[in-house]
């Protein structure tokens, strides 16, 4: 438990800092004289970049373990920062902005397989994802109003060197006090039998799952993706900033409001992955329709939407996956968020002049519901173990 308390502080840290760029991103390349649609590739080669590390982190955390990915992973984003901090041209960020796609590729396999680690129970595992869910919603529900604030009083450069510090202080803390926990040293129990016989390599190479899981994933990112090349283009004065600052931040509490809600872990997890996916897609058909409701009422439901799909998410993989392999397993879910995350800035910042990318948010999370219930008897399947 020890270290799952250090490793939610080294969380929080970490998401407050990544996330305090995200109002304050578009308005830096802006000022750098990049257009939207260059924007939008430079967000698509952050998450595309994504691809990379997530395979090497699958085979690397069940190999290695977590704890030197974690460090590896903070402290290089950190140092990204630092030079970031000292661009004077779009084309020098977006070179900067895909390594740092590549060395954060690992922390979301690493952070997850650690957790997932620390015990075989059901239920346990389900409080220990909805804890990283509560301290990744706490982390940015202040983080990007903080940011925007940063930058309107010390600039642009200065914020950037604090963040980039932050994060580099975080990974040397994380090297002392993040411990790996050996898969064999957990014992495998379920909410209703606490001693149960680890199973053997074979027995858990036996569960498959079906790579339609991951579609569901590939949606949400996409999703997310537009919406967050959006919100920033809506202003990109220090006024428009803070208020950018304070829509992201409505998002988090929106998904601090479902996590906080922990009778939700009583329903199966594929019920939630279905139900609250489809209430997100018909959310963003809200907004793209003009609803007279505020704006930030329809980001409050999109954050409520999120906080009971992605940790359902990450429990309906642990049990396919027989309880086996974490660390690919969850390498597969960051790539398939990945993919999700490129896609969204570059459909957007193409096609935003001819519809809706609110509406290309509800089309493509309709599609991945529509495919999810398939995955009981699809024969598409594979060991999340990345065979060659």
Request: a positive charge; one cysteine or more.
């Amino acid at each position: 438990m020890k270290t799952a308390i250090w490793l939610y502080f080294f969380l929080f840290v970490a998401f407050f800092d990544l996330h305090a760029q995200y109002p304050i991103l578009t308005p830096f390349a802006i000022s750098l004289g990049a257009a939207p649609s260059f924007i939008g590739l430079m967000m698509g080669m952050y998450s595309i970049t994504h691809l990379p590390g997530n395979l090497i982190a699958g085979y690397g955390v069940d190999r290695f373990g977590s704890r030197l990915f974690i460090v590896f992973s903070l402290l290089g984003a950190g140092v990204i920062l630092l030079f970031q901090a000292q661009v004077t041209n779009p084309w020098q960020l977006l070179v900067l902005r895909s390594i740092s796609g590549f060395v954060l590729a690992f922390l979301s396999p690493a952070c997850l397989a650690l957790l997932a680690r620390m015990t075989s129970n059901r239920t346990e595992q389900g409080k220990l994802m909805a804890g990283n869910g509560l301290v990744h919603t706490l982390a940015t529900v202040v983080s990007p109003a903080a940011g925007a604030y940063m930058v309107a009083k010390i600039g642009f450069a200065t914020a950037f060197y604090m963040l980039g510090w932050i994060l580099i202080v975080t990974a040397i803390c994380a090297l002392f006090f993040i411990r790996d926990i050996p898969a064999a040293a957990v014992p495998v129990t379920s909410a209703g039998a606490q001693h149960q016989k680890l199973p053997s390599p074979a027995a858990a190479d036996s569960k498959s799952v079906s790579w339609l899981i991951y579609v569901l994933p590939v949606g949400i990112s996409c999703a997310q993706g537009i919406l967050s090349f959006e919100l920033p283009l809506m202003a990109t004065t220090t006024a428009g900033m803070m208020t950018t600052g304070l829509l992201f931040s409505v998002v988090s509490i929106g998904a601090l409001i479902t996590l906080s809600m922990l009778f939700l872990n009583r329903l199966s997890a594929y019920r939630r992955t279905l139900w609250g996916a489809l209430a997100l897609a018909l959310i963003y058909f809200t907004i793209a329709a003009d609803s007279p409701l505020p704006f930030a009422v329809m980001l409050l439901l999109v954050g409520m939407a999120k906080g009971i799909v992605i940790p359902a998410i990450s429990i309906l993989l642990i049990e396919l996956s027989g309880g086996a392999r974490y660390g690919r397993t969850f390498s597969a879910l960051s790539i398939a968020y990945s993919i999700g995350a490129f896609l969204g800035p570059m459909l957007a910042g193409q096609l935003r002049n001819y519809m809706s990318p609110y509406y290309i948010a509800f089309l493509v999370l309709m599609l991945a519901v529509s495919i999810l219930p398939f995955h009981r008897r699809s024969p598409l399947v594979t060991r999340t173990h990345f065979s060659s």
